[in-house]
Nanobody, 120 residues
Framework: QMQLEESGGGLVQPGGSLTLSCAAT????????MGWYRQFPGKQRELVAT???????NYADSAKGRFTISGDSAKKTVHLQMNSLKPEDTAVYYC??????????????WGQGTQVTVSS
């Protein structure tokens, strides 16, 4: 019932750009935030960037100045434009959807992950 469809990953040269996209489908829900996380081998998943329906954004320090997150709350989509990519950006990137449950609760949903490889 709830799925996140990711696209845009791939192989890019250092200094290049990629745009990741994610669309959420499912039953009626209210978005708290959407964003992108990434996971390096042997490490825990970490924040890249998130955005709320009213436009508040949060970026990891490593992403600031290079990555731009945008979203459409009506379409329940989120995009991550990644510029000036570095080899250390190589990771599996996961789309995240956080929704409201009732008045106070929240629930996270995750995409399957899309590989981003930055290499010459």
């Amino acid at each position: 019932q709830m799925q996140l469809e990711e696209s845009g990953g791939g192989l890019v040269q250092p200094g290049g750009s990629l745009t990741l996209s994610c669309a959420a489908t499912g039953t009626l829900f209210r978005v708290s935030a959407m964003g992108w996380y990434r996971q390096f081998p042997g490490k825990q998943r970490e924040l890249v960037a998130t955005i709320t329906p009213n436009g508040l954004t949060n970026y990891a320090d490593s992403a600031k100045g290079r990555f731009t997150i945008s979203g459409d709350s009506a379409k329940k989509t989120v995009h991550l434009q990644m510029n000036s990519l570095k080899p250390e950006d190589t990771a599996v990137y996961y789309c995240n959807l956080n929704i409201f449950l009732g008045a106070t609760g929240h629930q996270d949903y995750w995409g399957q992950g899309t590989q981003v490889t930055v290499s010459s």
